[in-house]
């Protein structure tokens, strides 16, 4: 990701509308899941460590990130059980984990399913990835460069590739159901940055009411999780056990 997009994450992440409504969702799934007593969880891509804090009322929480910045980041928001390390070669011992978090890293890395192999390695047997990734190459725009993506996804994609790696598919849907035609209408409108200009991740400022609207907005569609999977989205979420 480009330097510049950490700052700018650290002071969006809790307030703006995309970064609360992806925490919650993650903190809702996580929540439902079949807990242990003191649970270890790694939240792989923890950025700029807002997830993580979140995740802290459920048990150990391990921020894991293989850019030092985001790091420094994590710190600034009280985190110090930090490493410094790439998701393809997570410095636990096997099954150890109880459960991992990772919110939009897939699309980052080369190998996805090593990745997915190496959750697997980590998690103890009955653990859970709680996985997102954006969705549709259709919405392919100055947002991934920026964010240096390598890919996005479909759901059965996802699910493939999880199965590959060992995984059990628990739950699978995509999010951000409702807001989709509008995603694809600004997506479609900024592709590619103008010539000669850094790529910018798309965070809008938005109107106080509008942004506090967005993520009750987002709630009621979460809350529709519990019945219903969405058949499209601007991310795909999804639940993995290791057997």
């Known amino acids: ?12 992440e809790h307030h703006y509308w995309w970064f609360v409504s992806r925490r919650e969702l993650v903190d809702w799934l996580v ?20 997830t993580a804090v979140q995740l802290q009322q ?10 030092p910045l985001a790091l420094s980041w994590s710190r600034k928001r009280g985190l110090d059980n930090l490493l ?7 410095p636990l011992a096997k099954e150890s984990v109880d459960v991992i978090v990772a919110t939009d890293i897939l699309e980052h890395l080369d190998d996805d399913i090593a990745v997915l192999a190496e959750f697997y390695r980590t998690l103890k047997p009955g653990g859970y990835v709680v996985v997102t990734v954006p969705a549709y190459s ?10 240096m993506h390598r890919r996005r996804y479909v759901a059965g994609v996802l699910a493939k590739r ?22 694809l209408v600004m997506r479609l409108l900024k592709r590619t940055p103008p010539p000669n200009k850094e790529p910018e991740a798309q965070l809008p400022p938005l ?8 993520i009750r907005f987002q709630r009621i569609e979460t809350a529709m999780l519990a019945h219903l ?6 991310s795909v979420v999804a639940v993995l056990r290791k057997p």
């Open 84 to 90: 410094l390390a790439a998701a393809e070669r997570l």
């Open 162 to 183: 999880s199965r590959i790696a060992g995984f059990e598919v628990v739950r699978l849907t995509y999010a951000l159901f409702f807001l989709f035609p509008l995603a």
């Open 1 to 12: 990701m480009n330097p510049a997009e950490y700052e700018r994450m650290y002071h969006y």
């Open 207 to 214: 109107p106080e009411w509008l942004n506090r609207f967005l």
């Open 138 to 147: 259709i919405l392919w725009s100055e947002h991934d460069l920026a964010l």
């Open 58 to 67: 459920y048990g150990m929480v391990i921020g894991v990130d293989i850019s």
């Open 31 to 50: 929540r439902r899941l079949p807990l242990p007593l003191h649970p270890v969880i790694v939240d792989v891509g923890c950025g700029t460590g807002a």
């Open 229 to 234: 999977r969405f058949p499209w989205g601007v």
